[in-house]
Each structure stands twice: as structure tokens, then as C-alpha cells.
């Protein structure tokens, strides 16, 4: 079965830390990797997506891919008390989802 | 353009009624999905359409049964469902499902409450 594990949390950080958050996945094949931010109460929004093993930084978030390893993290600079959230790792062709790790950042 | 539209936001229904949920996308994706969330958990696929056929179908039960009349339309029909189907339907959309590149995007969901 495929599977995608995240830390559940929550991960706590003070404002203007960096927050880092982890993702592995069980499918070795799998080559399409997205970052959801999802806030209480609202749908899953895309924040991310990397495809190639690395770094790809997009303003604030910065993804990382290691497929020899199978994970992938989203760093979060200078965090915000609007980036607490749950954010949900989704992984390869059909978007198996994490269960989401909860971040709360305190001000 | 990103939009996923979903309609209607909030749905109260008994057991014995028959209800619809719509989604539409005007990105020209040809690929639409349809999620339900309950609270704390991650979007549990249920039904996958690929060119307007079903090409995922997540064993769900027969009350629930999907539509895609068109490339740019996902109904799900509802009919005799449990109070625990209550939760946030989601529909999402992507260009297609093979292949890398294909970034998925979601409506707003659905509330759904089955009294």
C-alpha cells in the first residue's frame, strides 16, 4: 500500500523562525510531490509542488526533494502567526495525501 | 486562473432525501476528482474522472454516485446517506493524471450535514 507519513504535531515556533516540516512516502516511483496549506474549516490550498530532486524556493517556502531517501520537507522563513495551519503533503500521480502536520506560530 | 467553484457551500439533508453537489472549472483541466474530509484528517479520494470517464472509483458506497456531464462539470448525486457521510465534500481539478506536471487544485467544498 502507498503510503505517506507526516509528523502530526503540532509544531509550535516562534514568529520569525523557520519552520520545517517532513514528509516520507513509501512509493519509489513516485515523481510528483505538492505542499497544501489547509486552514480550519477551509479546502486544501497548493503552495508548493516540486518534481525534481533539490531545493525550489517560491518567496518564503522552499521545498526539498531527496528521492533516494523518499522524503520531502517545506521550509517555512520568518514564519507568521497567518501561517499556522495544517499542512498536507500529497504524493505522485494520485495525489495520496499525509495525514498533515498541524503548525501553530506563536506571536 | 485557479478556480474551482462549488456549489452549494453547506447542505443539511435527512436520510431519505435526494440532494446534488456541483463543481465546475473553467481551466480546460481534463481531469476532476471529488474528496471527502472529515474534521482532523487528510481528503479521502473517492471518485476520479479522466476525460469525462470514471477512471477511479475508491470503492465508495452506492449512494454516492458521480456525474461528469461535460469536461468542466462534476456532480456527485446523493441519495440515502448515513449520518456519518457528514463532512466536507471537495472537488478538485488538475490538466490530467498521468504524467509529472499536473498540479491538482481544490474548490471550496461543501458542508455536509446528514440529519
Known amino acids: 500500500q502507498k503510503e505517506v507519513e507526516q509528523n502530526s504535531g503540532p509544531l509550535s515556533v516562534p514568529e520569525g523562525a523557520i519552520a520545517s516540516l517532513n514528509c516520507t512516502y513509501s512509493?519509489?516511483?513516485?515523481?510528483?510531490f505538492f505542499w497544501y496549506r489547509q486552514y480550519s474549516g477551509k479546502s486544501p490550498e497548493l503552495i508548493m509542488f516540486?518534481?525534481?530532486?533539490g531545493d525550489k524556493e517560491d518567496g518564503r517556502f522552499t521545498a526539498q526533494l531527496n528521492k533516494a531517501s523518499q522524503y520531502v520537507s517545506l521550509l517555512i522563513r520568518d514564519s507568521q502567526p497567518s501561517d499556522s495551519a495544517t499542512y498536507l503533503c500529497?504524493?505522485?500521480?494520485?495525489?495520496?495525501f499525509g495525514p498533515g502536520t498541524r503548525l501553530s506560530v506563536l506571536p | 486562473d485557479t478556480e474551482v467553484t462549488q456549489t452549494p457551500k453547506h447542505l443539511v439533508m435527512g436520510m431519505t432525501n435526494k440532494k446534488s453537489l456541483k463543481c465546475e472549472q473553467h481551466?480546460?483541466?481534463?481531469?476532476m476528482y471529488w474528496y471527502k474530509q472529515k474534521a482532523k484528517k487528510p481528503p479521502e479520494l473517492m471518485f476520479v474522472?479522466?476525460?469525462?470517464?470514471?477512471?477511479i472509483n475508491e470503492s465508495v458506497p452506492s449512494r454516492f454516485s458521480p456525474e461528469c456531464p461535460n469536461s468542466s462539470l462534476l456532480n456527485l448525486h446523493l441519495h440515502a446517506l448515513q449520518p456519518e457521510d457528514s463532512a466536507l465534500y471537495l472537488c478538485?481539478?488538475?490538466?490530467?493524471?498521468?504524467?509529472?506536471?499536473?498540479?491538482?487544485?481544490f474548490g471550496p467544498g461543501t458542508r455536509l450535514t446528514v440529519t
Open positions: 478538485a481539478s488538475s490538466q490530467g493524471i498521468t504524467g509529472v506536471g499536473y498540479e491538482q487544485y
Open positions: 512509493d519509489r516511483g513516485s515523481q510528483s
Open positions: 516540486i518534481y525534481s530532486n
Open positions: 500529497a504524493v505522485g500521480q494520485n495525489f495520496v
Open positions: 481551466m480546460g483541466h481534463r481531469a
Open positions: 474522472y479522466s476525460y469525462e470517464k470514471l477512471s
